[in-house]
């Protein structure tokens, strides 16, 4: 784990008063360990000031500051509720008076068993959350490994995918270029819509075939060491119509206009409205129902959230995404790029090209 982090972690005891930290969160987990959890086994990362644990199943890995401790979730003898053994050693370890916890993913009865020990429970999910939201070298490193993967994940589409191809095929080719950099299967989360499915915003790859005046919405997602990245770019099978180029030349003026503001001190409402009423001079006025962007890291959608109710001021070392739409009883289509936020400015971490004639797909 890098100093600096461990720094923060124990400015969150100090600041919270607590003897210890507990999180169950796989995200969370991961963030503090850097044990990536194994899929639907639980796990816990436990940081005292002299003692780091992690909690996760036999043959688990972690960050050399971390002590695992491996519970036994299949044998031969009778069955393992993998969370009652994974609880247990919590238990065990948790000789603490007072303890702060990430409430998402906690679990109810470790919370009840902590409590019926006499032990004091905080609920520090918010200094966990802003601990998150400033991102480390390695950590943005780490998404720029990610951005690279969606590189080449675009060119697959290109090379590729026209018409007659269907949603799934998209999906196949972006799948297999993430393994072919890789060289493992990847987490990813992805919208792959097309035709009358990308007026409705999002959705998974379906079996629907492109059709000749097509928009193809490709929003990809993959995981890469923990941190995900987050980029959107439409594709159009055939030439795109007069109204398809107008409306995609509004999103390129939207995103500039995003990019304007992205520096220290700006609230999350102005860059949204910044987006949205670029859209709206443009003629485009009530067609982006979702938020103008939000932060990456851990997770794949988190603060800041570039939405109309929402104050957070951008700081250095958040990393963001801008992503403008149009979705009209015509079409869907919308872009996205990620942004590291400098002491000046911002850092653009994704330079794939935007320019419409490099997305016709013939």
């Known amino acids: 784990m890098q100093s600096n982090k461990l720094l923060a972690i124990q400015n969150i005891l100090d600041m919270s008063g607590v ?15 850097n ?13 005292s000031r002299y003692e780091r644990y992690v909690v996760a199943p036999s043959g688990a890995k972690a ?22 053994e994974m609880i247990k050693l919590v238990i065990e370890i948790s000789n603490y008076k007072k303890v702060g916890f990430a409430a998402e993913g906690f679990p109810g009865i470790l919370h009840q068993m902590l409590f019926e020990r ?27 490994e990610a951005l690279r993967l969606n590189e080449h994940a675009y060119d697959a589409i290109k090379k590729n995918v026209c018409e007659g191809s269907s949603e799934t095929d998209v999906y196949f080719y972006v799948a297999r270029a993430f393994f072919q950099i890789a060289g493992v299967p990847l987490d990813f989360v992805h919208d792959i819509v097309s035709g009358e499915r990308a007026k409705d915003i999002g959705g998974c790859a379906s079996s629907r075939l492109l059709k000749q005046g097509d928009t193809l919405i490709a929003d990809l997602l993959p995981k890469n060491k923990g941190y995900w990245c987050d980029t959107t770019r439409t594709f159009f099978i055939g030439k ?25 001190g700006i609230s999350c409402l102005e860059l949204y409205r910044s987006v949205l009423n670029s859209l709206e001079q443009e003629g485009f006025s009530g067609m982006m129902p979702h938020h103008a962007g939000h932060g990456i890291g851990v997770t794949s959608y988190e603060r800041p959230y570039f939405l109309k ?22 079409f869907g289509m919308r872009i996205e790029n990620n942004y590291l936020i400098t002491c000046d400015g911002f ?16």
Do not use: W
Not at 35 to 47: D, F, I, K, R
Not at 122 to 143: C, G, M, P, S, W
Not at 240 to 264: D, F, Q, V
């Open 240 to 264: 795109p119509s007069k109204e398809m180029m107008i409306a995609y030349s509004a999103l390129e003026k939207a995103l500039i206009e995003g990019e304007r503001l992205l520096r220290p």
């Open 118 to 144: 006499g032990i004091e429970l905080i609920d520090i999910t918010q200094h966990v959350r802003n601990l998150q939201l400033i991102k480390y070298d390695f950590e943005v490193n780490a998404i720029k």
């Open 19 to 33: 003897d210890a930290i507990i999180c169950c969160n796989p995200s969370d987990v991961f963030y503090f360990s």
């Open 35 to 47: 044990y990536l959890c194994a899929a639907n086994l639980p796990s816990a990362s436990v940081v």
């Open 309 to 330: 109710c929402e104050y957070e001021q951008l700081k250095p070392g958040m990393v963001v995404t801008i992503e403008p739409g149009i979705y009209n009883s015509q």
């Open 347 to 362: 850092e653009k971490l994704f330079n794939y090209p935007l320019d419409i004639d490099y997305f016709i797909l013939d």
């Open 63 to 84: 960050d050399d500051n971390f002590k695992v401790l491996n519970y036994e979730c299949f044998c031969s003898d009778y069955f393992r509720n993998p969370l009652d």
